[in-house]
């Protein structure tokens, strides 16, 4: 039997009316979490052993889309689990545990809808060249699932859109270390019950070898302001002052209050949530489906028709998987569910807390600047990369994935 994790409080700690107090509290609100640990080296996906990330986009009109890439070094078991009513997903079938598949070689989180979907082909092409993938007679066959944000038409042109040279691009600048949140990558062109906004990421290291993360693309047509207080939901799940000073805004500046996005069938929210615990895929499902919570507790509407809000969940560890159906291990993986939770609420009140104006819609802290008066900058170590794309870079990558092309006959 394997000893449970120390973030296992309690039997009730899935409620959210029975969280503990964290230490570090929030001015903004009573902090609450059922997670014991602290925020990895990064406070960021990558702090989950064997996780890199890659970014790219364009902010300049007539685009404001981009695409993240979540790359595993190696193959990751990976479940998902879909909750809203307009998705736009690619290879999510194959992750079901009833099937053969046995990991993902990457996630990708873009912008662009369906037509940003295309942009795994990049990213299929950066493996393959690296020889990365499932085994298939002389050759690999790279697994990248993948989901979209409805963005389209932000940047001032619906034809727009991301393209296979962007996924190409975001998987070749994948790399450990900081990542940059806000509105950049997928969520270049995200907007969150009105407010701009973005990726958002976090993690926490549970002290026993242990670590849990997650990367967020928050596009919602509900909100992630409080409309009692104006402050942010996430922040009563704050570890360690990593809102870096965020306060409650004061009364005069609490009036803006948006249950929903004035473009409110351009939404979806959608996720990664990581660990280096071993789980099997029928685990790893059950992590991305609890991990949703997370987004309930940290938006409000959730789940909508005007939504596609789908989480991935990866595992990266290579021991002997716990497994759903052992009794011996539920105490461990509802500790691990209940860390992704808490963490992907944290990854989403870090991308309102990143996003800046942009396209005349403001972002949280130009809305409400009382909050933010106090804010301390992000740490250089902490603010990592996401190049812009631009037409000499997307003919470079559009070059590297025609080489090698055999011609049709």
């Not at 001015?27 to 602290?38: I, K, W």
């Not at 716990?322 to 944290?346: C, H, K, M, W, Y």
């Not at 990854?347 to 008066?373: E, M, N, R």
Request: proline share 6%; charged share 15%.
């Amino acid at each position: 039997m394997k000893a449970p994790l120390a973030v296992l409080v309690s039997g009730a700690m899935l409620s959210s009316l029975s969280l503990w107090a964290v230490a570090d509290a929030v001015p903004a609100a009573t902090t609450t979490s059922a997670v014991v640990g602290l925020p990895g080296a990064f406070n960021a996906i990558t702090d989950v052993p064997g996780i890199d990330v890659g970014q790219v986009q364009s902010i300049h009109a007539p685009y404001l889309t981009g695409t993240t890439v979540v790359h595993a070094t190696k193959l990751a078991v990976t479940g998902v689990d879909q909750r809203g009513g307009a998705p736009a997903t690619k290879e999510t079938d194959l992750l079901n545990p009833e099937n053969a598949n046995p990991g993902v070689n990457a996630v990708m989180l873009g912008g662009s809808s369906m037509y940003g979907l295309g942009a795994t082909d990049g990213v299929i092409r950066w493996l393959e060249d690296r020889g990365e993938g499932i085994t298939t007679g002389p050759g690999v066959a790279p697994i990248v699932p993948a989901a979209d944000i409805y963005d389209l038409g932000r940047g001032g042109n619906f034809e727009a859109t991301t393209k296979p040279a962007w996924g190409y691009l975001a998987a070749e600048a994948a790399k450990t270390g900081p990542v940059r949140e806000g509105s950049v990558g997928g969520g270049a062109g995200a907007v969150s019950g009105g407010l701009k906004s973005g990726v958002g990421t976090a993690s926490v290291d549970l002290g026993n070898g242990i670590v849990v993360g997650a990367i967020v693309v928050v596009n919602s047509a509900g909100s992630a302001v409080d409309p009692r207080d104006c402050s942010l939901y996430a922040q009563r799940f704050e570890l360690a002052g990593e809102f870096r000073g965020l306060t409650t805004p004061a009364a005069a500046d609490c009036k803006h209050t948006s249950a929903a996005s004035p473009q409110a069938a351009l939404n979806t929210t959608i996720a990664v949530v990581a660990t280096n615990a071993p789980l099997e895929k029928a685990a790893a499902a059950r992590m991305a489906e609890n991990s949703h919570d997370g987004m309930a507790r940290a938006i409000d509407p959730i789940h909508t028709l005007y939504d596609g809000d789908t989480v991935f969940a990866m595992s990266t560890g290579s021991r002997d998987a716990l497994r759903v159906n052992n009794p011996d291990e539920t105490a461990q993986l509802t500790g691990i569910f209940a860390a992704a939770e808490v963490t992907l609420s944290r990854a989403i009140g870090h991308a309102l807390l990143g996003a800046v104006t942009a396209g005349g819609i403001k972002g949280y802290c130009d809305t409400y600047p009382s909050a933010c008066a106090h804010l301390a900058p992000v740490s250089p170590a902490r603010q990592g990369t996401a190049p812009d794309v631009t037409q000499a870079s997307v003919n470079r990558a559009a070059n590297a994935l025609a080489a090698g092309v055999p011609p049709l006959p």
